[in-house]
């Protein structure tokens, strides 16, 4: 059984390469002179600040244990995707895995990580010194998890006070009909109503799976892909339709990361940033809409409704964030828990939250930042975060649902994208969600 899990979720694009290039802990479980092999995911927001944070915070592992922490990093989930499929192969690679929530279900199929027993849970301060809400996709129940929450990213919207107030519109949009009508009033002249990164590796499909679910659409139902639905349809139009039908996104959008709206944004000429979280607080703080910016939740009624259907979820955010995982594999097993302490303890996680803008999965870490009122949107954007499916296909899934964009991207910049196009390239990602979800089986 676990052999056909692996081979679910490692295919046969693992290269024997990949393989040899997997690192490993060596023996033992503690002490000086040995080597902690984290992965984490690259942080292009902040790269100069990430890696001051990873030399501290070997140090501080060093002067515990003894012991080196060396860290890897990931830039995409593709990537992400496969260095866990060569690791589950080969037994042997990161000690550690910090992956993104949506990853999780697929790192749990493959059967090579720790499940938190009791004892577990016990060596790195208990279960109890987690938020309640970042353990909901942690594993399939509460029974079976692999996930430590270590930091939540819940998705919100940013938006230009100043800009909406001299455009006439007294708070920010609550239907994505609405935002596209507000974006409208907000584009002139060098100015822009929303700020969008079609070029991010990881944004895409987050807009198509909100606006899907929304509409009653979950995307996956049992063991079969809902991709090629009329929700999915209308969702990708409406994305593509900011750039190419209403104009109300800048051209150069086409290119851009997340990062990059951030900044086209933070230059004061754009109504909205939408699909940020509190990492981007930092870099609001310093630019041009220093006091003008304000958070908001992103829209919760589908495109082409003005009240969600019967059917439809209020998901305001995926159940997002980065879970750690410790390696079945791994030799080093109490010197991973010991480093996952490090970083989940109060201290560490506010430092983290200070420097990078990550909310804390740590719950009196969070407590303590309670009376920040700029933080009350992320907060209920929290509370209305919706988990994507608990399958080991969804890795692939939303792979497929990227792909529509990445493919679309020549036509953006030509400024024309036609419906049969993007019905074409829906098609293909069904196919591959399905046979996703078929070997998942």
Known sequence: MRTQKIMAVAGATVLAAALAACGGGDGGSSGGGKTLDVLIGANTQYPEQFAAWQKSISEKFKAQTGATVKFEQFASANDELTKIQTSVVSGTGPDVYAVGTTMTPTAYSTGAFVKMGDSEWQKIGGKDKFNPATLGISGPDENNQVGIPWVSRPFVMAYNTDLLKAAGIDKPATSWDELTQQAKKLTHGDQYGLAIAYKDNYD??????????????????????????????????????????????????????????????????????????????????????????????????????????????????????????????????????????????????????????????????????????????????????????????????????????????????????????????????????????????
């Open 204 to 441: 895409p499909w987050k807009f198509v799976w909100g606006m899907s679910v929304q509409a009653g659409n979950p995307l996956v139902d049992g063991k079969t892909a809902k991709i090629q639905d009329p929700a999915v349809q209308k969702a990708y139009q409406t994305y593509f339709g900011w750039l190419t039908t209403d104009k109300v996104v800048d051209p150069a959008a086409v290119g851009w990361t997340n990062p990059q709206a951030l900044a086209a944004f933070a230059k004061g000429k754009t109504g909205y940033f939408l699909l940020t979280t509190t990492t981007a607080k930092n870099s609001l703080e310093q630019g041009a809409v220093q006091g003008k910016w304000s958070f908001a939740l992103l829209p919760t009624i589908p495109p082409g409704a003005q009240a969600r259907p019967a059917n439809g979820v209020e998901a305001a955010s995926i159940l997002s964030g980065d879970n750690l995982l410790v390696a079945d594999y791994s030799k080093n097993k109490d010197l991973a828990f010991q480093y996952v302490k490090l970083v989940t303890d109060p201290d560490v996680q506010l430092d983290y939250y200070k420097q990078f803008g990550n909310l804390p999965a740590n719950a009196s870490a969070l407590q303590s930042l309670a009376s920040d009122p700029k933080l009350a949107p992320v907060a209920e954007a929290a509370k209305k975060s919706v988990a994507t499916p608990f399958t080991g296909a969804w890795s692939d899934i939303q792979l497929a649902l990227t792909n529509v964009a990445v493919q679309s991207l020549p036509d953006l910049a030509k400024g024309s994208l036609s419906p049969q196009q993007i019905d074409a390239r829906i098609a293909d990602a069904q196919k591959s969600a399905q046979s996703a979800l078929d070997r998942a089986k």
